[in-house]
């Protein structure tokens, strides 16, 4: 089996302490890496609901809530957990060597965002 994932360096996990979230750019893609007492995940950082930034949201444990109309994710998979949103947000490969955070994109879904 051939594993073509490539890793991108990201943070450091002294730079995201437990409960925090932080939004970068990734390979030209918006990423929110968040870290919960489970281990660091990371998501696309656009709500697929409307289309808001979920960095500008809140992690509540797992539970990251949308900013604009509430919708919520669970961040260890990418599931809603709350309506308005009917899908998930895209879930990225997270790896940590060396106190180092690195992530591998998951494919880009050409789907648009829900619209209210």
């Known amino acids: 089996m ?3 994932e490539i890793f991108h360096p990201a943070v450091t996990l002294e730079e995201l ?3 925090a979230m932080r939004c970068l750019t990734v390979a030209g ?3 929110l890496i968040c870290r919960t007492r489970e281990g660091v995940f990371a998501l696309d950082n656009i709500c697929t609901h409307a289309y808001a930034r979920m960095h500008e949201g809140r992690l509540r444990g797992v539970r990251l809530i949308c900013p ?3 919708a ?4 260890r ?3 809603v957990l709350g309506a308005p949103a009917t899908q998930p947000l895209a879930r990225h490969a997270v790896r940590v060597i060396g106190g180092r955070v690195e992530i591998a994109l998951a494919p880009a879904v050409t789907a648009q965002p829900e619209r209210c």
């Open 17 to 19: 302490p437990e409960g």
């Open 2 to 4: 051939v594993n073509d």
């Open 77 to 79: 998979d990418g599931r």
């Open 29 to 31: 893609r918006e990423v």
């Open 72 to 75: 919520s994710f669970d961040v």
């Open 68 to 70: 604009l109309h509430g």
